[in-house]
């Protein structure tokens, strides 16, 4: 599977952004797809992942409210709503998917993380100022 991300960029604070990730090649109905994000200096940080086919979405509780995950009717496109933007949402994101996943909520807590994904994006800029 390949994950392709875009829409990231630069954004004021308070403002919103949209990225994507669309996935190629052997993509399954039911995945695992997950945002994570890396700040300059810092470790990748778990965003929230998604079970592709239910729908079940788990949030980083630091992030709740604000980031939301949506996907194309055909599921092989996952979107990241932002909004609210902060300095502090400045960071490289990535997109993963991995064919394992479960509709059970801790299980897709640990997953996240556990950084458990088997397949991984580039990653997209996102600036906020």
């Known amino acids: 599977v390949q994950l392709v991300e875009s829409g990231g960029g630069s954004a004021q604070a308070g403002g919103s952004l949209r990225p994507s990730c669309e996935a190629y090649?052997?993509?399954?109905?039911?995945?695992?797809m997950a945002w994570f994000r890396q700040a300059p200096g810092k470790g990748r940080e778990g965003v929230a992942v998604?079970?592709?086919?239910?729908?079940?979405?788990y949030y980083a509780d630091n992030l709740k409210g604000r980031f939301t995950v949506d996907q194309e009717d055909a599921a092989y496109t996952v979107y990241l709503q932002m909004a609210s933007l902060k300095p502090e949402d400045t960071a490289m994101y990535y997109c993963?998917?991995?064919?394992?996943?479960?509709?059970?909520?801790?299980?897709?807590?640990?997953?996240?993380?556990?950084?458990?994904?088997?397949?991984w994006g580039q990653g997209t800029q996102v600036t906020v100022s």
């Open positions: 993963a998917a991995d064919a394992s996943c479960s509709t059970n909520e801790l299980k897709l807590a640990a997953k996240l993380s556990k950084r458990d994904f088997r397949y």
């Open positions: 998604t079970h592709t086919s239910s729908r079940t979405t």
């Open positions: 090649d052997n993509y399954r109905e039911t995945m695992c």
